[in-house]
């Protein structure tokens, strides 16, 4: 019997983590990656995520090691972010930083230190048009400007193969549509689950643990639906703000200044209470990405 923290933390996983940290799943997931993966390297597979790194709130990522040569780290999103090849990066030096200390590696001796080989992913599950394949911490971080580090992000897009990767991405959209046209009853959850066991849809994982993705789903809408009415207050306050700041100091200027000011106390409000990211709280605000400059700077 699952003890109450195993539980705790599996209604806290998304789907996505709750599917791969079964072994058989990750198996399978490594042999989309690798089509050659021997068995001897499957064997050596170990689940090494680092909980709640990645994302706040419901935990979205992956990372595995496959013997002691390759990392790799995952990460699922339904929604443009141009963000991960950073995010990627603060995790992956996280992980190296732990091997080192693990292998008692001296990193000052002559000899060179082997490290696992980092390999990214974002599993794309959105259906607004990505033509990315490669997100890269040059063009998304830097500006274009190619420095002494990058990072490559290599994003899956649902593919005609139906493996276990493109049977993650159908769930979701699915997932995704039924609760736009019935709703985010448990009730319509279990619905969900059905419809997608009839279209032999990870039949097998959702048969298995039915009860356990309901709760997993029902948390991961409780707390968008949160997520998104405490982004929604937070625009209408800074809206308030910024109209009774124009008000004092001059219509065209103070609105100006009072609109950046509201939306620099919602931004804050958002890293404090919801432990966000300065860009992804633009992002929540709807901030259009060529404005960042005018509030990252006062962030930081």
């Not at 990072?151 to 493996?163: G, M």
């Amino acid at each position: 019997m699952a003890s109450e923290n195993e539980i705790k933390r599996n209604i806290k996983d998304s789907v996505f983590s709750a599917l791969f940290r079964e072994p058989k799943y990750l198996r399978k997931l490594c042999k989309v990656l690798k089509p050659d993966v021997t068995e001897e390297e499957l064997d050596s597979i170990r689940d090494v995520t680092i909980e709640n790194i990645l994302i706040n709130g419901l935990h979205n990522d992956l990372a595995f090691t496959v013997g002691m040569l390759t990392l790799c780290l995952f990460e699922a999103q339904s929604t443009r972010s141009y963000n991960i090849p950073y995010r990627m990066t603060s995790y992956c030096i996280e992980k190296l930083r732990e091997f080192v200390i693990k292998n008692q590696c001296n990193l000052y001796g002559k000899k060179a230190v082997r490290l696992p080989v980092p390999r990214f992913y974002m599993v794309y599950t959105g259906t607004e048009e990505l033509s990315e394949d490669i997100l890269t911490l040059t063009d998304t971080s830097f500006g274009g400007v190619k420095g002494s580090l990058e990072a490559e992000v290599k994003v899956i897009h649902l593919s005609k193969e139906n493996n276990i990767l493109d049977q993650y991405i159908k769930f979701t959209r699915i997932s995704d549509e039924q609760v736009r046209i019935n709703g985010r009853s448990r009730e319509n959850m279990a619905r969900i689950i059905d419809m997608c066991v009839e279209q032999d849809i990870l039949c097998e994982f959702l048969t298995s643990r039915k009860s356990e993705v309901i709760n997993i789903m029902d948390v991961l809408f409780n707390e968008e639906y949160a997520q998104k009415m405490y982004v929604l207050d937070e625009k209408k306050m800074a809206r308030e703000e910024g109209r009774a700041e124009g008000e004092a100091k001059g219509r065209a200027e103070g609105e100006a200044k009072g609109r950046v000011e509201g939306m620099l106390a919602a931004v804050r409000s958002l890293m404090s209470n919801m432990g966000t990211s300065a860009e992804k709280a633009l992002s929540m605000l709807g901030i259009p990405q060529n404005e960042w400059n005018t509030y990252l700077p006062r962030l930081g």
